[in-house]
């Protein structure tokens, strides 16, 4: 690692990271052409609700959406998301969030979907309405919620259904789209961390969900403080209205039809529930950019970089003794893993966590099932040099030689 990184300049030690994309110690790597990009944007003024729209249709190119957003991170979009469902095109409701007195405020969630992330949902003033069982931790082949949980839950309070996407959150997204529809409520996809692979893009629009959110500074590589929302235009219009900053004089705001649609009201919204979560143009065209490049490279060369740097890694690791090294391309994560299961050694995996936090430099990995004795290496936020530093400090530190 450089010897002269900005950040000592505040006392401040960089770590090498071997978790993945983990927004407490960065997230992503962000692509050089989204950096150069920004630094460029920096230099310049423009209507932020012409760029936002220009994104819009690049995203609905892209997702087969009928409208797309820049957010600020994805955390930010499923906000914004919960605000368009709750407000629709009222710009009284618009104005009155997170009041939801006389407008419908629930968000009908499984339970086995429930994440600290759904904060966000709650903050733009939605109850979230639980629904399902635990019941498959029992092992007895029951599901955790069934088809017609949904519509039992289903009253005129609803505004929308949430829906985390992941390999084990079933039920399949046709199902809960197909209910949605049926029911006539809008359901929100929480798709965060599910790029790559690319075909995600378009896969959860097409299976009928009404909003989509991804990060996009996970796997997309974009500035860290972006997300982008993609879905339907009316409430994608809604989030413009809420985001977008609303001090302008009527006879002067012109909000480009393409984003905002035509309002149905006369006046200015006011500043809305979103007006925190700005979004800057460097930012912004920093994803635009990044999403570019991420659709450009080839996934199969990342891939191969990817275990190139486990390969490295598992070839240092494999001789220590009392260890069980295991490659893993996982439900929870979009890359290969290697995992070291401890059970055996000495140390216990939160030692060593601890031990390769505080080396110099300080390496952090990935520490999902550290109470199961399992530590993890997630190989996409290194480079070559950095895994072979892994590598070796690994050997060193489950050998005890310091
Ligand atoms: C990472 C993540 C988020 C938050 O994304 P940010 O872009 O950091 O705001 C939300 N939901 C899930 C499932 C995630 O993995």
Redesign the pocket.
């Known amino acids: 690692m450089d010897a002269e990184s900005i950040y000592e300049r505040w006392d401040v030690s960089p770590v090498i990271n071997a978790a993945g ?1 983990k ?1 407490r110690i960065g ?1 992503s790597r962000i692509r050089p052409e989204a950096l150069k990009a920004m630094e460029a944007a920096a230099t310049e003024f423009v209507s932020l609700p012409e760029l936002q729209a220009a994104a819009s249709q690049r995203i609905a190119e892209l997702t087969g959406a009928e409208a797309g957003y820049v957010s ?7 906000m914004l998301a919960a605000a368009a469902c709750l407000a629709g095109d009222d710009p009284g409701a618009m104005a009155r969030l997170p009041d939801t007195e006389g407008i419908p405020d629930e968000i009908i969630m499984p339970r086995h979907h429930r ?1 600290g ?1 759904d904060h ?1 949902l709650r903050a733009a003033g939605a109850t979230i309405v639980d629904i399902g069982t635990n019941d498959r931790a029992l092992g007895t082949g029951a599901q955790n919620v069934e088809p017609w949980e949904y519509s039992e839950a289903c009253t005129d309070q609803t505004a929308a259904i949430a829906h ?3 390999d084990d959150t079933p039920p399949a997204i046709e199902t809960v789209s197909s209910i949605a529809a049926e029911l006539g409520v809008p359901l929100i996809v ?4 599910e790029l790559p692979p690319r075909a995600n893009l378009t896969r959860f629009i097409d299976a009928g969900a009404d909003l989509v ?1 991804f ?4 796997g997309i590589r974009g500035p ?1 403080t ?2 982008i929302v993609a879905g339907r235009a009316d409430l994608i219009s809604s989030i413009a209205m809420q985001n977008q900053d609303m001090h302008a004089a009527g006879e002067l705001w012109e909000p480009p039809e393409s984003l905002f649609g035509r309002p149905p009201f006369d006046g200015v919204p006011r500043q809305g529930i979103g007006r925190p979560l700005k979004v800057g143009k460097e930012e912004l065209v920093g994803l635009l950019v990044a999403i570019d490049a991420y659709l450009a490279e080839d996934e199969s060369d990342r891939a191969r970089e990817w275990e190139e740097h486990l390969d490295r890694i598992q070839a240092a690791v494999d001789a220590i003794s009392d260890v069980t090294v295991r490659r893993r391309s996982g439900a929870k994560s979009v890359t290969p893993e290697l995992q070291l299961e401890l059970s055996a050694h000495p140390m216990t995996a939160t030692t060593v966590v601890t031990e390769l936090r505080h080396r110099d430099p300080g390496i952090v990995v990935g520490t999902d099932d550290v109470g199961a004795e399992k530590l993890s290496i997630n190989p996409m936020c290194l480079t070559a040099d950095e895994a072979a530093t892994v590598g070796q400090a690994l050997v060193q530190c489950l050998n005890g030689e310091h």
């Open positions: 994309t927004t997230g600020n991170g994805a955390a930010g979009g499923l994440t992330y966000a985390i996407q992941k929480d798709a965060a961390a959110v990060s996009g500074g996970k860290q972006t997300g």
